[in-house]
């Protein structure tokens, strides 16, 4: 059995563990409350560039376009988006399962751009080819670095580098709800409805001519999702370690309640000793 100094020592350590969660939990929400204000201010955004493209693309009939048939290299390029720390339980780990135990990938067909340090360690270390890319953007993203990262992948598929673009990131539902969510970016395919939806009555005109118009649009569709994607990572992130350290916090008062009642019944039991070993002195001397 452990003795009391062992376990006031104990005691003791999970104490200061306990204060630094607590903390840490109070960071995260703090960061939360802006991030998901963020995330629902773009979200709009978000979906309506991602339904207008896919209306666009039901109604213009059959169009010759770069961007809407897979390029000739078998190599996929998948954007990933983790974070640059831990302590936010499953959040990496989950985004980075998608691709690892993806059933039809392998992984020499396969280029990851890693945005955020937990990810980047985690494909180099299970042997993924890992592209250059700035982990810092997660930290405070801006429209300008999804917008620089749009502009490399697409010249890469427009070179013949790459045939598929994806993009890996956790959306945001709620403060307890986060979703890993594997998008494919190009080549775009509209998304069929679940009900067979009225078709559209004349075939959609563009002006200028499509292909122009597509050059314009696909663009600003790449970047619009890489950057609602990046925003609400950092509110899942920021969910899911409030989330971790509440649940840490928790665990720690259960250990020190555990830790007390052990403490208390070894100081009774060496207070019966002491007692009894008293008492039999004084039998011992009468």
């Known amino acids: ?14 104490q200061g563990t306990q204060q630094i969660t607590k903390a840490m939990k109070l960071v995260s929400t703090v960061k939360l409350q802006r991030a998901r204000s963020n995330a629902e201010r773009s979200k709009s955004y978000f979906n309506c560039m991602y339904d207008t493209v896919n209306s666009i693309l039901k109604r213009v009939g059959h169009i010759e376009h770069k961007y809407l048939v897979p390029g000739q290299s078998q190599k996929k390029a998948v954007i990933v988006i983790t974070s640059n720390r831990g302590l936010a339980g499953g959040y990496n780990s989950n985004v980075v399962k998608l691709i690892t135990r993806h059933p039809d990938w392998k992984k020499e067909d396969l280029v990851i751009y890693p945005i955020g340090s937990k990810g980047h360690d985690a494909f180099v270390r299970n042997g993924y ?14 429209y ?3 917008m620089a990262l749009s502009k490399r992948l697409l010249q890469s598929f427009a070179d013949g580098e790459i045939g598929e673009i994806y993009l890996a990131y956790t959306a945001f539902k709620n403060t307890v709800s986060h979703i890993p969510t594997l998008l494919r970016l190009l080549p775009i395919s509209c998304e069929e409805p679940e009900e067979q939806a009225p078709k559209a009555e004349a ?15 696909v663009p600003k569709y790449i970047t619009s999702l890489i950057y609602g994607a990046l925003v ?25 309640s555990d830790l007390s009642l052990k403490y208390n019944r070894a100081r009774q039991g060496s207070i019966t000793q002491e007692l009894t070993e008293i008492i039999a002195g004084a039998e011992a001397l009468g």
């Open 1 to 14: 059995m452990a003795s009391m100094r062992d376990i006031k020592r104990r005691k003791s350590s999970i």
């Open 129 to 142: 080819e890992v592209a250059e890319c700035e982990n810092s953007i997660v930290e405070a993203p801006a």
């Open 144 to 146: 300008v670095d999804a």
């Open 203 to 217: 075939i959609m005109n563009f002006e200028p001519e499509d292909v122009e118009a597509l050059n314009l649009i």
């Open 232 to 256: 609400e990572s950092v509110a899942s992130e920021n969910g899911a370690r409030m989330q971790a350290m509440d649940n840490a916090t928790s665990n720690a008062e259960e250990m020190i």
